[in-house]
């Protein structure tokens, strides 16, 4: 009877204290996150006429604005995704680099600039067997 006594004692101060804790400990408040609508759509305007104009930094600018002025648009996350994948397009496409990652400079001479070097030349052409074919009845 002793043993169980100060283990009851000890889960009722729990329990009450669990119970009076102040309920402000909570991770966001919900009157915090306002979406602002106007806002959401001038910057998805502002972004539509940059990506037009071929700006994909600055349109995935606006539209990462608009996603942050209302995270629940789903025409703004469909458009800040759009032009992050076309930015990141541009980019592989100036780099001539990433379009050609299989081909390694490492290890080959390069030719001095004033001697260039004479093109391969062309395969020979391949003379084709020709078999001679058998009439059948058909099939």
Avoid at 112 to 117: P, Y
């Amino acid at each position: 009877m002793k043993n169980k006594f100060p283990g009851f004692i000890l889960v009722l101060f729990l329990l009450v204290s669990v119970a009076l804790l102040p309920r402000t400990a909570r991770a966001e408040n919900p009157k915090a996150i306002v979406p602002d609508d106007a806002r959401c759509e001038e910057m998805i305007r502002f972004g539509k006429q940059a990506y037009d104009r071929g700006k994909f930094l600055d349109a995935k600018t606006y539209f990462r604005q608009a996603v942050q002025a209302d995270s629940t648009s789903d025409v703004a996350w469909h458009y800040y995704d759009l032009s992050v994948v076309s930015a990141l397009a541009e980019k592989v496409n100036k780099d001539s680099d990433l379009l050609a990652p299989d081909v390694s400079e490492r290890g080959q001479v390069q030719p001095s600039s004033g001697a260039a070097s004479p093109p391969p030349p062309p395969p020979a052409p391949v003379k084709k067997k020709r078999i001679p074919v058998e009439e059948d009845e058909g099939c």
